[in-house]
């Protein structure tokens, strides 16, 4: 494959591709590529990732990535993400798997076009749009307002069981249910 380094300013741009992803041998050949980030780094990152599989984690849910902000694009490939905490997070994805875990955001945007979307031990304000696909979203504290919006196919929401909130659900089609005892008012 060929990896490529481009410093702009302040920036650092890293890109890896294969080097010929039709080649049918390459199947059995995987490459790994491993990028260290100073533990003091605490601004903004943009991850790009077209195929395959691409993780980033803080130390462990006790010593997470902080950033100002963290912007995910994807279009399609599996992405693991853990142990993190932002001021804001941003993700659009057209297909693939998305996991994310012990995340923390002020305000968290999720915009998936169809395949996986399995969000666990999260905290912050969400806005979640998914054309179709799968949405799970299981919040560890729920501090703020959360908005789910899916126009074919499937979404989970696990709030805490002493979350205060209101419903406000709009269906055209399909079914929404709660495990909850819900107060129509």
Known sequence: GKVTVQENGDSIKIKFEAKNPFNFLSLFNKKNLTIYIPENYDRDMVIASGSGKLSFSGKSNNKPIHLKNLTLNMSSGHVQISNIITDY??????????????????????????????VKDYSGQVEAQVTSGQLTLKMKKLSDSVIVKVNSGFATLDLPANADFTLNGKIGSGTISTNFSLIDS
């Not at 941003?90 to 693939?96: L, N, P, T």
């Open 89 to 118: 997070f941003k993700q659009d994805g057209s297909s693939g798997y998305v996991e994310i875990d012990s995340f923390t955001t002020k305000k968290g945007s999720f915009n998936m076009s169809s395949g996986k979307l399995a």
